[in-house]
Structures are given as structure tokens and as C-alpha cells.
């Protein structure tokens, strides 16, 4: 009987969000799969909540005893986003020593620090597979940093035996940055088994019965631009005389700066399987300036939800599936969105049901594991 395929996981920080959520999701079926995964992780950001319901933490010297046999999770701190080099360094020793003891067949990496570091840390001959759900190569930094970062994220692609990304938009924008072949593999979303009804949602988050409200879905920060989704509501809400009020769900260093500036909005902070309470909005408002493919919007759609953004990389994906995209991303045609929304059809919520299901995902990776593996 073949040994079960060894994967290891390697992500910068496990934050409530899309690739952590996609991990949580995949882990059980692949399981199943004969496909073991060891998830190697760096300590959270400022203000990072951390996504719950991952494999068990287990002490970096017992994944050593273990090896091959190591399962569940292991904390590396200098793995994380905001470590200086020194801090970096010991993590990648750690990492290399870690990869020696577990001997993966596949070494896949999310998110940008991590994809940076699997090639500084691999044994010879391991494939290492790369996974995009998204990209940090425009609007996150200064333009010298862009161009160095796509300098770089070219010469990481020459070491990856395969690259992924998780929409037809993140690919295009990546090959137009010469970053390429990239093979798109849509992100695994596990809708939640009951979620609750309109009125019961409401009253679980003590929100008001009888108003209007908007969404916001991530993390409170600039590429998220909560901001521009408060002076959207705020703005919807003078023309309509239906009390409308904002809803944020999240957190991070925007919060209390947007807390005093907005006083009339309600700010929940982070909701843990925040998909069981979605049937409680009116609508979800996306004013990121990109998204990679949004899990929130995913979530939302799939529960009913309507759901309103900007023409942006990774909304632009999902026009078809009942996303109402907006002319521009300003508060001025946002508003206007509003009050045209309408809930995806019956239809389309199937679709994206079975696309993204996590079963028919596993089978896919299982696939994209086992061809790796036979190069």
C-alpha cells in the first residue's frame, strides 16, 4: 500500500481571512485523501484575530520526534509579516530544520513572505507549489517597492514548479506583471450547515429588527478602505428615508480612528463562522481597492445575500454569479448601488455552491498533488 502524500502548509499567519478559511476548509477531505498536511505558521499582525477551528498546535520538538508522522500545526514566530531580519533568520533555520524531520513531498506556500521563503528553505528535489490568492504587487506599497516586489516575485516563479492563483482576473493581472504560467484553481468556501434566519441572526448580534443593513465584511484596513464604505452608507442613508445603518465585522488598526469618526455605525468586531449570521444584513458592500477571489462575497452570495463593489480585480470574476458592479469605486456610484441591488438567483447560488464546494476542491488538489509529485 503507497504512503500516504505528505504535504507541508506553509502561510505567514493563519488571520481570520480567505486563505486561512480555504486551509480549514481542505484539510479534513483531503485528509480523507490520503493527502497528510503539516501546517507551518508565522505569528499574527497587529490587531489580527486569528481564524478558529484549525488543526491542533502542536510543539515545533515534538514535529521533530515526529517527522513523517507529524500532524496538525507548528507556530515558527519568525515566520510572521512586521519580524526584522535577524527574527526572519532564525525562522528560516527552524523552517529548513522542520522540512528535514517531517520530508515533505509538496511544499505549498500562501501568501507573500511564505512564498519567498519556501525556495530559501526546500531540500533539493521537493516541488514547490505556490498559491496567489491575490497579489501585494499594486496598491499595498509605494511604487520603488512594487517594482522591487515584482522584480523579485519573477525570479521566486524560475524555483516553483507550479504557481496557482484563485480567479481569471488575479491570472491576467500577474501575467501582464510577468508573472507566469499560472494555473487558476478556485478558492474552497464551506457555507455553514444551519445558518440562521433573518430575524434570529439579528437577534443573536443585538442588532435592530426593523432598519436597513449594510455590510462590511475584513479586515479593517487601508487596502480594505473602510472608510470609503462608511461615507457610501452615510451617504445612501440621507437620500433614503428608511433608517440605514453600517455594520462592520472585523478588526484591525483602522478601528479606532473609525470609531470616533463614525459614531453612528456598529462595529462588532470579529465574528468567529461570521457566514452563520450573513441572512442578518441587507446587503454586503465591498470598497477594497482588489481582491484576489473575496471569500466574503462568496459567503454572501451563497446565502442569499446581495452584493454591490466596485469594477476591481476579483469582484470583476463574479458579475455573472450576482455581484452588481458599480461604474467606478467612489461613495457617489456606490450609494447609487445600493439602492439598485438584488439578491442572486436560485441558479446562481447553486453554481457557486458546487464550484467551490470543498469535496470536488480535494479532488482537484488531490489531482494537482499527485502530477507534482510524478514531474
Not at 468586531?269 to 454586503?284: H, K, M, T, V
Not at 467606478?328 to 464550484?355: D, F, H, K
Request: proline share 11%.
Amino acid at each position: 500500500m503507497p504512503e500516504p502524500l505528505r504535504v507541508l502548509r506553509l502561510i505567514s499567519r493563519l488571520n481570520l481571512g480567505g486563505p486561512a478559511l480555504q486551509i480549514r476548509a481542505l484539510t479534513p477531505p483531503l485528509e480523507k485523501r490520503d493527502i497528510h498536511s503539516l501546517l507551518v505558521h508565522g505569528t499574527l499582525g497587529r490587531e489580527e484575530t486569528e481564524c478558529p477551528g484549525l488543526p491542533p498546535l502542536l510543539p515545533y520538538d515534538q514535529a521533530l520526534r515526529l517527522g513523517p508522522r507529524a500532524r496538525g500545526r507548528v507556530l515558527i514566530p519568525g515566520l510572521g509579516p512586521g519580524q526584522g531580519l535577524r527574527a526572519t533568520r532564525l525562522g528560516l533555520r527552524l523552517l529548513r530544520r522542520l522540512i528535514r524531520a517531517y520530508t515533505p513531498h509538496i511544499l505549498h506556500s500562501h501568501t507573500a513572505k511564505a512564498g519567498l521563503l519556501a525556495p530559501l528553505s526546500r531540500p533539493k528535489g521537493t516541488p514547490i507549489l505556490h498559491n496567489f490568492h491575490g497579489h501585494v504587487l499594486r496598491d499595498y506599497f509605494g511604487p520603488i517597492r512594487n517594482l522591487a516586489l515584482r522584480v523579485l516575485e519573477r525570479r521566486l516563479t524560475k524555483h516553483r514548479s507550479l504557481s496557482t492563483c484563485v480567479s481569471k482576473s488575479c491570472q491576467t493581472e500577474l501575467e501582464a506583471l510577468g508573472i507566469s504560467p499560472l494555473l487558476v484553481v478556485p478558492p474552497t468556501v464551506d457555507p455553514p450547515k444551519d445558518p440562521l434566519p433573518r430575524q434570529a441572526a439579528r437577534k443573536a448580534l443585538r442588532l435592530p429588527q426593523d432598519a436597513r443593513l449594510i455590510l462590511f465584511l475584513g479586515r479593517l484596513v487601508p487596502i480594505k478602505d473602510p472608510v470609503l464604505f462608511l461615507e457610501s452608507v452615510q451617504l445612501f442613508s440621507k437620500r433614503d428615508p428608511h433608517p440605514t445603518i453600517p455594520v462592520l465585522i472585523g478588526s484591525g488598526p483602522l478601528l479606532s480612528q473609525l470609531r470616533d469618526t463614525y459614531p453612528k455605525a456598529l462595529f462588532l468586531g470579529p465574528i468567529e463562522d461570521a457566514a452563520q449570521y450573513l441572512r442578518a444584513f441587507d446587503a454586503l458592500l465591498m470598497t477594497s481597492k482588489r481582491e484576489g477571489l473575496p471569500i466574503a462575497a462568496l459567503e454572501a452570495l451563497m446565502q442569499g445575500l446581495p452584493v454591490l463593489g466596485p469594477p476591481i480585480p476579483g469582484l470583476t470574476d463574479l458579475q455573472n454569479m450576482g455581484v452588481l458592479l458599480c461604474k467606478e469605486r467612489s461613495a457617489e456610484a456606490l450609494a447609487g448601488g445600493l439602492g439598485q441591488v438584488r439578491a442572486p438567483t436560485e441558479r446562481q447560488i447553486r453554481t457557486l455552491r458546487n464550484r467551490h464546494e470543498p469535496e470536488r476542491m480535494a479532488d482537484l488538489w488531490t489531482k494537482i498533488y499527485h502530477d507534482l509529485q510524478t514531474r
